[in-house]
């Protein structure tokens, strides 16, 4: 029976943000887990040093009020009670402003290393996450705009942690008890007007606070194809240089700043706005409130100090208000890069292992493809019921014109993508029934274009195997015969290859990845077109190591050049997604078919160049 699966991808399916309830949700966790007590007690211990430092804050103005009754002349009966003078008074209002300090400051202490916890958790998961995605979803991501995601994401937990817990809650909770104070000291209109001015000052910096999020958002979305561009064109700086398009690429960078400098201009002329407002709501609040003290000091119904007072919780409250503003403000912004990041942690990944899914056990490293069927998109079908077996330690060469689906091929075998119809097999084993791990650690591939870490040569020759020595670091070097070359290298094995290895020539980062895939020593080996990028002096040289790595091992090679694997124990010839021809180089030569019109057509093309070469020892 034919195994079939969803042709729905995660590629398919653009990453939705997670809503900010669910992002709150999804944090939630990360401050109150089940498996680790220290941190909720940390959670708690910051709670209370919290609430101590409010506590503490509120009763700041009071002393304050003392001290001036006292200076006034105003006896007070609570400050008689404290058996405090004028000096004491302000030691004790200064105190007071130092205690509420310390306990926000211990506050933090307690509860940074939380958050930096929960920060290094979601950046891992999120990493991680990422790198199950399919091939599919890569290619089709922009990898400056997905670095861009995480680097929000992250500040924006960083962000949404701290001041979520210790400035709305704290907020609201000290707003809460000075309108109280009020109501209770000078009367319930006090507390009207406190109510009031808060109430209206939340309602304009919520409304406001929402169309300048939509403006944020889209200075962020112009932020990341900005440099999403500069990212791609220092990638490409080789490109750059060979077309002589310095000028167009800073053009088209500038395009993209000129988009980002147009929503830039558009948020700061909002925040002028929101800012402008606030202030006008919170310094009327502030005026109504000083001129009803300052009547009732008139009519003799307060004091000095209550006048003081009312004018200390006033500017006490406008200060965190003030702040309410770029709170909310951070807070919507970091909902909105959680969300977007949640919505990539959200992301299905394309292929994963089945529930009950066991570790491949390669015993010789037989492969059967088995009718075969896979498409990238539904409408155009790549492979069309491929079928074919290589024995234990057998060398198969795949050829055919470009897009035949070799390349497929090697990536199905690898599972980079999962097919729609058939099986593949490795020993009888389902490629699908096994865990992906143990898939990929028994099959080593040399690409095309090996891409090599900014590192050292021994870093990426290591990277084969983890926990590698340094004998057998040099043995897989000498057996890709790139020993030689590196220890002439001012700094031997600690050279470092720069960006993708470009210090490198094409051929030296080709013997790093072979020994790299040496060091690995699997049992079944692709090389996909592994020197078609290469000269051809350079080449006959990397085709050598490349047949004693293949010794032992079942081994498919995606062949550009015929002359590379004449001595292959088979050759598939692909056209359209088919096999069309199958054999021995000397089987298929004697068909006259296709494989034979390739063979003379690229041999006429090997001696025409072989003629124009200079001779050995001869001025080029």
């Known amino acids: 029976m034919r195994r079939t699966t969803s042709t729905a991808t995660s590629a398919d399916m653009p990453a939705t943000p997670a809503s900010g309830w669910h992002t709150l949700r999804r944090v939630a966790p990360y401050l109150w887990p089940k498996d680790h007590p220290w941190v909720k007690r940390r959670v708690v211990a910051a709670l209370v040093l919290l609430l101590m430092a409010k506590l503490v804050s509120v009763s700041t103005p009071w002393f304050y009020k003392l001290a001036v009754d006292n200076l006034s002349g105003t006896t007070s009966d609570k400050g008689m009670m404290l058996g405090l003078g004028a000096v004491g008074l302000v030691v004790a209002y200064g105190l007071a402003r130092l205690g509420a300090v310390a306990f926000a400051e211990l506050r933090d202490a307690v509860f940074v290393r939380v958050g930096q916890r929960a920060i290094r958790r979601l950046a891992i998961e999120t990493f991680t996450h990422i790198h199950r995605l399919s091939l599919r979803y890569?290619?089709?991501?922009?990898?400056?705009?997905?670095?861009?995601?995480?680097?929000?994401?992250?500040?924006?937990?960083?962000?949404?942690?701290?001041?979520?817990?210790?400035?709305?809650?704290?907020?609201?909770?000290?707003?809460?008890?000075?309108?109280?104070?009020?109501?209770?000291?000078?009367?319930?209109?006090?507390?009207?007007?406190?109510?009031?001015?808060?109430?209206?000052?939340?309602?304009?910096?919520?409304?406001?606070?929402?169309?300048?999020?939509?403006?944020?958002?889209?200075?962020?979305?112009?932020?990341?194809?900005?440099?999403?561009?500069?990212?791609?064109?220092?990638?490409?700086?080789?490109?750059?240089?060979?077309?002589?398009?310095?000028?167009?690429?800073?053009?088209?960078?500038?395009?993209?700043?000129?988009?980002?400098?147009?929503?830039?201009?558009?948020?700061?002329?909002?925040?002028?706005?929101?800012?402008?407002?606030?202030?006008?709501?919170?310094?009327?609040?502030?005026?109504?409130?000083?001129?009803?003290?300052?009547?009732?000091?008139?009519?003799?119904?307060?004091?000095?100090?209550?006048?003081?007072?009312?004018?200390?919780?006033?500017?006490?409250?406008?200060?965190?208000?003030?702040?309410?503003?770029?709170?909310?403000?951070?807070?919507?912004?970091?909902?909105?890069?959680?969300?977007?990041?949640?919505?990539?942690?959200?992301?299905?990944?394309?292929?994963?292992?089945?529930?009950?899914?066991?570790?491949?056990?390669?015993?010789?490293?037989?492969?059967?493809?088995?009718?075969?069927?896979?498409?990238?998109?539904?409408?155009?079908?790549?492979?069309?019921?491929?079928?074919?077996?290589?024995?234990?330690?057998?060398?198969?060469?795949?050829?055919?014109?470009?897009?035949?689906?070799?390349?497929?091929?090697?990536?199905?075998?690898?599972?980079?993508?999962?097919?729609?119809?058939?099986?593949?097999?490795?020993?009888?084993?389902?490629?699908?029934?096994?865990?992906?791990?143990?898939?990929?650690?028994?099959?080593?591939?040399?690409?095309?274009?090996?891409?090599?870490?900014?590192?050292?040569?021994?870093?990426?020759?290591?990277?084969g195997r983890a926990g590698a020595t340094e004998a057998e670091i040099e043995a897989a070097a000498r057996a890709a015969r790139i020993h030689d070359f590196v220890m002439r290298l001012p700094q031997g094995y600690d050279t470092v290859v720069g960006e993708r290895g470009l210090k490198l020539s094409g051929g030296e980062k080709q013997r790093v990845g072979i020994a790299r895939t040496l060091l690995k020593n699997p049992p079944i080996l692709i090389l996909d077109e592994a020197t078609s990028a290469l000269d051809t002096q350079t080449e006959r040289s990397i085709q050598e190591s490349l047949r004693d790595m293949g010794q032992g091992r079942s081994v498919i090679t995606i062949a550009h050049r015929l002359s590379t694997i004449a001595d292959a124990d088979q050759i598939l010839v692909l056209d359209d997604g088919r096999v069309v021809e199958q054999g021995r180089h000397e089987q298929l030569l004697a068909r006259r078919g296709r494989y034979a019109r390739m063979w003379e057509r690229q041999s006429a093309e090997e001696a025409t160049e072989a003629a124009t070469e200079p001779a050995e020892g001869e001025a080029a």
Request: glycine share 8%.
């Open 138 to 463: 890569h290619i089709t991501r922009k990898t400056g705009g997905l670095s861009r995601i995480i680097e929000r994401g992250v500040k924006g937990v960083d962000f949404l942690l701290r001041f979520m817990l210790f400035s709305i809650g704290p907020l609201i909770l000290e707003l809460t008890m000075v309108a109280a104070i009020f109501a209770w000291f000078f009367g319930w209109q006090y507390a009207a007007v406190v109510i009031a001015t808060i109430a209206l000052y939340v309602w304009f910096t919520f409304k406001v606070t929402e169309w300048r999020v939509k403006l944020r958002r889209e200075m962020n979305d112009q932020d990341t194809d900005a440099n999403q561009k500069a990212i791609d064109s220092l990638l490409n700086f080789e490109t750059v240089k060979y077309f002589n398009a310095e000028l167009r690429e800073a053009e088209r960078y500038d395009g993209a700043m000129r988009q980002y400098e147009s929503a830039a201009v558009r948020t700061g002329l909002s925040l002028s706005f929101l800012n402008a407002g606030q202030s006008f709501l919170i310094t009327s609040g502030l005026v109504i409130v000083m001129a009803m003290s300052a009547l009732g000091v008139r009519a003799g119904t307060l004091t000095v100090g209550d006048f003081v007072m009312v004018n200390a919780y006033m500017i006490q409250i406008t200060m965190p208000l003030n702040f309410l503003g770029t709170v909310y403000r951070e807070i919507r912004q970091a909902l909105v890069d959680m969300g977007e990041m949640f919505g990539l942690l959200a992301q299905p990944a394309e292929v994963t292992d089945a529930p009950d899914a066991r570790a491949l056990e390669v015993t010789g490293g037989e492969i059967t493809f088995t009718d075969v069927r896979f498409h990238y998109e539904a409408e155009r079908e790549i492979l069309k019921g491929i079928s074919f077996r290589i024995a234990p330690g057998e060398r198969l060469a795949l050829v055919g014109t470009s897009g035949s689906g070799k390349s497929t091929i090697g990536r199905l075998l690898f599972r980079f993508y999962d097919i729609q119809g058939g099986a593949i097999r490795i020993d009888g084993q389902d490629i699908r029934e096994v865990t992906q791990t143990s898939l990929h650690q028994a099959i080593g591939v040399v690409p095309q274009d090996t891409v090599l870490f900014n590192d050292t040569i021994r870093y990426n020759i290591a990277y």
